[in-house]
Structures are given as C-alpha cells and as structure tokens.
C-alpha cells in the first residue's frame, strides 16, 4: 500500500512538473495533473462515458446519430457560449489529453455501443506531443486504421478530421510540441486515407489555418475559441452530410 501512494505521488509530481515547463498558467497546469491522476485509474478513460451510455436508447427510425469521438478539441466543444450542435442527435465523446491508442481501447464502449450512422475522429494532436510517450505516424496509422476497421465492421460511416494547427501565440510556445510539419504530414496522411477506405476527409485548413493557427482562434495557441468552433461546425456538418450519402 504505501509503495503505491508513493508510486501515485511520484506520477502526480513528475505531472506537476511537466506542466509547468510546458505552460505555468495554474488552471491548465491543475487540469493536466488532474489527467495525470486519471490516467493511474483508468488509462483508456472507459469510466468518462460509461454510465452515460448505458442510458442511451437506441436511435429512431430515420435518425442520423453521429459520435464525435477526439481528445479536447472535440471535448471541449460546446462548454463556452457555441454550443454543441443543438437540437441534432449528436454524442459528444471527447477526453482531453488523450491519444489514438486510447480512442481505440474506449471505441467500442464510446462509438459502436451507441449504434451511430456516422463516427466523426478528430485524433493525433497528443500522439504528436508525445503526451503518453513517443509516437510516430505509423504508429499513429495504425490506431486509426483499427478504428476504422471496427466502424467498418459495425456498418458506421467515418469522418477523418484533420489536426488543428497550433501557433506560438497567447503567451504559449506550442509549435515545439506539436511541429507544423509534422501535423502536416499526419493530415496529408488523413486525407490520403479517407480515399483509400471510402472515408469522408474534414478539412480545418480553410478557416482555422494551414500550417499555423490564426491567433484570434485559439485560447492559448493550442486550444480552439468559441469564434473557432463557429467557423469548424458548418464543416463538420458538410463532411458528415457527404458521408452519409456515400454507399
């Protein structure tokens, strides 16, 4: 017992830590330690949704339900004054901080079990920060290939949404984590295989920037504002209409 409070200290210290150096700002600095701590208990974040979608009914006849299944872009849609597609059957299954290996441990809970017509994946930004460790882009692939394979499978369509870009702006220095490049090259990736499996490709270049983030989006060069997600959801919804037609 006491070998794992200290086990549990030393992960919440060494969290602590790796958030200060990566922004001092106190709330996002309690927020990442807080994942730290969930991460010790639940790594795939199974608990988050859990109860929630056990009192989901099944759809009805003609409806089109989507799930946003994604990290805190996704998340956070809907908490400031844009909200989060009202009046529509759309789930939002968003974690912050988490990466393409847990979106896929929790997509059968999160995804499959609410018998979606359309799945949308907004994935690979803390993959590329190295939030749970290294990651490459094949790695990163072959998490979204999985996906991909179990929506398949359950007869979901899927909407492949690209990697916001980050800016170093709003007093953050964000590129470093998160090389434009290398977010870049991840979204050439998306695109490329949303052809290959019949996918639907959303695009965030047009309005949010295509190799940096336009300052006045962002609430600290990472994270989307509320102006952001009034110019993302017409596409989302684009992208999802297109994917519902395809055959």
Not at 18 to 38: G, I, T
Not at 49 to 66: C, D, L, M, Q
Not at 82 to 91: A, D, E, I, L, Q
């Amino acid at each position: 017992m006491k070998l794992l409070v200290r086990t549990i200290g030393f992960v919440a210290t060494g969290g602590l830590a790796w958030a200060q150096a990566a922004d001092p700002s106190v709330p996002q600095l309690l927020e990442r330690l807080e994942a730290q701590r969930r991460l010790i208990h639940d790594w795939a974040g199974l608990i988050r949704y859990g109860s929630a979608n056990t009192e989901v009914p099944p759809p009805k006849n003609g409806e089109i339900r989507v799930v946003f299944l994604g990290d805190e872009h996704i998340e956070r849609w809907g908490e400031g004054s844009t909200p989060f597609f009202p009046g529509k059957p759309f789930f939002n299954r968003g974690i912050t901080g988490q990466t393409t290996a847990q979106m896929l441990v929790r997509f059968r809970q999160d995804v499959v079990s609410l018998h979606p017509a359309v799945v949308l994946i907004q994935a690979g930004a803390n993959d590329l920060a190295g939030i749970a460790g290294p990651a490459t882009t094949p790695m990163i692939a072959e998490n979204i290939l999985s996906m991909l394979d179990l929506a398949k499978a359950n007869g979901i369509r899927v909407v492949l949404a690209s990697i916001p870009p980050v800016c170093d702006c709003a007093g953050s220095k964000q590129t470093a984590r998160r090389p434009p490049g290398k977010v870049m090259s991840v979204n050439e990736w998306l695109s490329e295989q949303a052809v290959k499996s019949g996918a639907t490709f959303l695009d965030y270049a047009p309005v949010l920037g295509a190799r940096t983030l336009k300052s006045e989006l962002t609430l600290d060069g990472f994270l989307l504002n509320d102006t952001a997600y009034e110019r993302i959801a017409p596409l989302a919804e684009k992208a999802i209409a297109a994917a519902v037609q395809k055959n």
